[in-house]
Structures are given as C-alpha cells and as structure tokens.
C-alpha cells in the first residue's frame, strides 16, 4: 500500500464513521458497482450533494487510481487495519494477516473437517476487520454454492472487542457479496462485539450450544504483551488456566478458549507467536496440551517476520482433541503451499518437558543432538549464575561520559548546560552488547550515577541533600522525565530510584556476551564492581570457572545447540537469554581435562570425543 494513501487517510479523519464512509464509497467508485437494495451499503455512501465529504471522496480515489491502480478487498482489509488507532492497536493487538497464510489455514483446516460443510459452524473469535470471515465465505461458496445471505445467515461466525471492527466486518462482507452480484436489503450477520475472554458462546447463541461448540474456529489472536495490558484484562487473562505461569501475552488464553468453545470433532487454526513454545509464559499452556490430549500442528517461522511493521514471530498451529501428538516444521512462508502437513517431524508429549520448554526440530539428527548434549554432565543452570543488566528505565538520565574532572566532580554536559556530579555517588559502567574484546571495556565505559549505599540500600533524600547537593539538583531538573517510567504508576523507594533493582549487587567477575546476536562472542571481565546495562554477564567468584565455560560456549558444540534451541529473530539473529542456556549439559571435566582444554587453540575435536557427539557441520 502506497504511503501517500495512508497519509491522506490519517489526515482525513478519526472518526471511525466517516473513514468507513470514505472507504466504502471509494470501492464501490473505482469498481463501478452500483447498489440498489443494500441499506447498509446504501447507509454508508458518499454523494455528490454532500460537498465537503465527496471533494475529499474524489481526491482520495484519483490517490488510489494513480498509486494502486485498484481497490480490492485485499486493499479494504489492509486499509481498515491501518486506520485502527495506534492506542487500539496496542491494547486489542490488531494486525492485518496477509491473504496467502488467511487462505492456507481456512484451507487446510476445511480439508481436515469430516462433517458436511453445508452445515459446519466456523467462527474466528478475535475477528477484527473480518479477514478470516471473507476467506471462510469465499471457501464455504466454491464447496457449496450456497447463496451469501446463506453463508452469512447460517455459517460464519465472528466476535471482536471493538464495536468500529464489527461494522467494519459487515461491510466487508456486504461489499464482497454485492461484487458477486448478491444485493439483498439486509443480510443477517452472526457477528458480536464483546470480549472474548468473557463471552460465553453456548448461553449467548443457541446454536452453538445445540452444536456442542464450533466444528471451527480459525484467526490471528491479538498479539498484546502483558505490560500493555490494562488491570482489568490482567486479570480476566489470569483466570484462564492456560495463563497461570510468567507474564503471559494476550495470545496465551486464545488456545484455551478456542479449544473450549469447540465441539469434540471441531478443529482449530491459528497463525499466532510461536514464543510459548519455549517461554517461560507458554509452561501452563503446553502442559495444557498435553493433559487434554491435544493433536497440535505446529508450522514454525522462526525468526521470519509475517507481519509488516510487527517485530513479531509466528507460527501456524492447528489443534484438535484425540490423537495426541505434536507435529512439527521449520518453514519459511514460501513453502508452506509445497509443504505436506501430513507428514511432519512427530513428538510424543512424553518425550518432551513442559516446564522448560520443547526442544522441536525438522528431523531425528538434530532432535538425537539435542538431547545427547542435555543428557551430560550437569545442566546449565545447576552450574552457572546469569545476570541480566542493571534497569533504571531512564538509563539516559543516570548515566553520562564525562565531558570533564576535578578531584571533587565529575561535570556531566546536558544541552547547553554542565553539571557538576560528586564523584563518590558515580560507579563505571559499560553496554554489554558493545563489548568485542577486552581491551573495549576500558574504550566504551561510562559513569553513571548510583544513588545507593555500599549495600545497595537507596540513600535518603535528606543525606542526597547534604552529601551530594550537585548530583541531587541534576536529578531534580529530570524528575518529571523519571515520574513517567513504568508509565507513571511506578512505586519507587525515592522518586530517584532505578525503576528495577537487579544486578545492582553483583560484586564478582563478569563473563559478558549479547542478548541477541547472529554469533555470540565472550569476554571476560575482572573489575568485581564494574556495573553493566544491555547484554548479559555469567557472574562467579570463581575466575576459573568462567574460564571453563568461556572456552565450551566458543566451541561448534555449543553454537549447533544454540542455534537449534533458542528462539530466533529476523536476519538469523538468535537470543543468548538464560531460558535457552538452562538445560546445556556442561561437561564435568577431570583436572587434567579442564589443562587439556584451556591450552587448546581448537577444542571441538576434544569436545566431540568428551561429549560422544558428532557436531558435523554448523
């Protein structure tokens, strides 16, 4: 979609009404389609009498007609999408799906119904737009050829929080019905606006009820994570079981529901994040899946971006009860037309931990790998201790490069103005992620200001006063910038506080490495004290045993496990965060063994003849 479309259309109006106008209008205009019979077409037209709003219908269909060249339903969706308020878009999670994974999921879950689809009950309960509804009407109509008063009538289903989005769905699917040369005066929608967390199905539509649930349930659940989420839908969220463990993201309690709100041979199609796979937040739900004896698909992107404008990473999963297994694929997007879903790589429930997450790969090689190196030693996390930075949440206001030094200051430059800093409430402080070498730490360390005690205990705002006057009228001139962290409803000690108290403490040698990187480097760090934000350090007292790990991490051994267990990101980037670094089975190696490796310039052979393991290429 051209931007210069967009642009006139943010500029236009914020009235949901009077977008959907000239939305409406611009279809029916560019595709010559005259209503007759449509009141709610009709309803939502722009004339020629109505001036202000037809000169505006006029210039955005000449935009259209030189940048698009068309407007199709592809197009409507998209632009309904974009004029959702960006506050919405992250509070309901609202995202466009593109019509190649719309039309695979309707697709391949139709395949898999064994009903008769004159009569099947297919619902997408996060709807929005009507996305999904389109494809299962234009699918239901290529099988049947029932009329779309019928299909309308008796098939489709569909619920969202946002009363603009019902509307916008009815639109959406008169307009379709009135470009195949259906115009009736009024067609009867299943649609509801509500809150699905909450709506109950069965007492609110009878049929469903006498159904037994939906024999489908299809859509793209809102992508909200738990901080945008207001306390009200924290705790609807909470109440669902899938949602009892870590900070779960709105998409978590959708399995549940849609699971729930299907009938014993219903089917379910999602594209949704394919974080709950390994997270900490998707423990409830995977135990869930297995407990209810779930077969689930699972179609993974992996660090691929579906979404435009969304760094979000998904996966397609289609569930049903009975028959309970996971089926599993890396894809690209590309492939998944060619890709046969019948005959994926399988893993029984048993096989795998629910608490920690799914080790899934594409094939035995890879699946035997994994859980040969798990199986040695002692895990990860029994053996290493993993820092996260230090979190002001105005990392910005506290920490500075010095533009200058006395013995009593250190003079921090802000604008135009420098302000003098007593150098006793200052500690040194590097960005882990910019560290490449040792010889960097020196290079890249900064100052940042540490307004606590020796044992991390906040300094009262009296002594801040007496004991560091200058620090304390620079804080001062940033107190409103700081009042806004977490939002405004942070509760803080001092309103000078950091906003998270971690990794204030560590006094200890630091390993650091990237949180996110292509290929993770280690540098190791001997300043006890020396603090760090970004990145992560492994922390010990013990200088030897960071040496041990420094050298096993650098090795093929442990990138090929990396790359195959840990979440990915766009551009092959992966994440080196402690939930993938947990189960890594770390040799225990003799005293001789541990000299053998520390000398050694190229330790994969040693390491591969320890670990009884074939790394092969990586």
């Not at 506050?87 to 593109?98: I, W």
């Not at 929080?161 to 019902?166: D, F, G, K, Q, R």
């Not at 790359?563 to 092959?572: H, Q």
Request: glycine letters at 6%; charged letters at 25%; proline letters at 2%.
């Amino acid at each position: 979609m051209k931007n210069r479309i967009f642009k006139f259309l943010r500029a236009y109006s914020t009235n949901p009404n009077e977008i959907n106008r000239l939305i409406v209008s611009s279809y029916l205009a560019i595709n010559n389609i005259v209503v007759l019979h449509n009141r709610l077409i009709q309803g939502c037209i722009i004339y020629s009498n109505q001036e202000s709003e037809y000169i505006a219908l006029e210039t955005f269909v000449e935009i259209i007609n030189q940048d698009l060249g068309k407007l199709d339903f592809e197009d409507i969706i998209e632009l309904f999408e974009f004029v959702i308020s960006p506050s919405d878009k992250v509070v309901n999670g609202a995202v466009y799906t593109p019509n190649l994974i719309r039309e695979y999921i309707v697709n391949q879950s139709i395949s898999k119904y064994d009903g008769n689809i004159n009569d099947i009950l297919a619902c997408d309960i996060s709807c929005g737009c009507g996305g999904f509804l389109l494809t299962l009407t234009k699918k239901i109509k290529e099988i049947t050829d029932k009329s779309y008063e019928e299909i309308f009538r008796d098939n489709i289903f569909g619920i969202d929080i946002a009363e603009y989005s019902i509307e916008r769905a009815k639109f959406l699917l008169s307009l379709f019905a009135l470009s195949n040369n259906e115009d009736i005066e009024n067609y009867s929608f299943n649609l509801y606006q509500g809150n699905s967390l909450i709506f109950n199905w069965r007492t609110e539509c009878e049929r469903i009820g006498d159904n037994s649930g939906f024999d489908l349930i299809v859509g793209n659940p809102p992508y909200v994570c738990s901080r945008n989420m207001d306390l009200d839908t924290l705790i609807k969220v909470k109440e669902w079981e899938v949602a009892k463990t870590g900070h779960p993201d709105l998409y978590i309690p959708f399995f549940q529901i849609g699971l729930e709100n299907l009938n014993g041979r219903g089917i379910l199609g999602y594209i949704t994040v394919n974080t709950f796979i390994k997270s900490i937040n998707g423990r409830a739900v995977r135990d869930y899946f297995s407990r209810k004896d779930i077969n689930i698909t699972i179609l993974n992107f992996g660090g691929e971006q579906i979404f435009q404008d969304r760094n979000t990473y998904t996966c397609i999963c289609f569930l049903r009860f009975g028959n309970a297994e996971i089926n599993y694929s890396r894809i690209s997007s590309g492939e998944i037309n060619n890709i046969d879903i019948n005959n994926l790589q399988k893993f029984n429930y048993n096989d795998l931990n629910h608490r920690d997450g799914w080790n899934l790969a594409n094939d035995d090689e890879t699946v035997d790998f994994i859980n040969a190196i798990e199986s040695v030693g002692i895990p990860f996390k029994a053996l290493y201790k993993t820092k996260n930075g230090i979190a002001t949440l105005k990392n910005d206001v506290f920490k500075f490069k010095i533009f200058r030094e006395d013995k009593n200051f250190f003079y921090l430059e802000d604008g135009e103005i420098v302000y003098p800093i007593e150098r006793h409430i200052c500690r040194d402080i590097v960005n882990a992620n910019k560290i490449k070498s040792e010889s960097d730490i020196n290079l890249i360390k900064e100052k940042i200001i540490f307004p606590y005690d020796k044992d991390t205990v906040i300094i009262p705002e009296k002594t801040m006063l007496k004991k560091y006057p200058k620090a304390y009228k620079y804080l001062e001139s940033k107190k409103k910038l700081l009042s806004t962290r977490d939002k405004g409803k942070g509760q803080y000690e001092e309103w000078y506080a950091y906003g998270r108290k971690q990794s204030m403490d560590i006094v200890a040698h630091k390993l650091f490495f990237p949180h996110i990187c292509e290929k993770p480097n280690f540098v190791l760090c001997n300043e006890l004290d020396l603090l760090f934000y970004n990145g992560i350090a492994i922390v010990s007292e013990n200088l030897d045993h960071l040496l041990i790990i420094k050298k096993l991490m650098e090795s093929k051994l442990f990138f090929k496990y990396i790359k195959n267990t840990t979440k990915d990101y766009a551009s092959g980037y992966i994440s080196m965060s402690r939930n993938h670094l947990k189960k890594f089975g770390v040799y225990q190696f003799t005293e001789n063994e541990k000299a053998i490796l520390l000398l050694s310039n190229d330790v994969d052979e040693f390491l591969e003849e320890l670990y009884g393991i074939s790394i092969a290429s990586v």
